[in-house]
């Protein structure tokens, strides 16, 4: 069964992919539970965004109520590169490539 990219990591930084569906974010929250409990270590789901596409505004700001975070919308820029739903251009990476 090929499942895909279920997750990005970066240094601290946690990108978890879903359907968005109830019982996904259910078991995302049950992890986060088991991350603190077992390290010691609280997220701070204040600092989280949700990002939902193709769900009704009802529906993302339920699920955002649920996992106690916040709604945000694309495209961000996540290390000065944006975060966009399409194939990222030349021009998009530009200020990464300038950097170095």
């Given at each position: 069964?090929?499942?895909?990219?279920?997750?990005?990591?970066?240094?601290?930084?946690?990108?978890?992919?879903?359907?968005?569906?109830?019982?996904?974010?259910?078991?995302?929250?049950?992890?986060?539970?088991?991350?603190?409990?077992?390290?010691?270590l609280k997220p701070n789901l204040q600092k989280c965004n949700l990002f939902a596409a193709g769900i009704s505004n009802?529906?993302?700001?339920?699920?955002?109520?649920?996992?106690?975070?916040?709604?945000?919308?694309?495209?961000?820029?996540?290390?000065?590169?944006?975060?966009?739903?399409?194939?990222?251009?030349?021009?998009?990476?530009?200020?990464?490539?300038?950097?170095?």
């Open positions: 069964m090929d499942l895909g990219i279920l997750h990005l990591l970066y240094a601290d930084d946690l990108f978890p992919l879903s359907t968005g569906n109830w019982e996904s974010l259910m078991v995302f929250k049950h992890t986060l539970e088991q991350f603190e409990e077992l390290s010691g009802d529906t993302i700001l339920d699920l955002c109520d649920f996992m106690g975070m916040s709604k945000s919308m694309l495209p961000v820029k996540y290390l000065g590169v944006p975060l966009i739903s399409s194939q990222l251009s030349i021009k998009d990476c530009k200020i990464v490539v300038e950097k170095n």
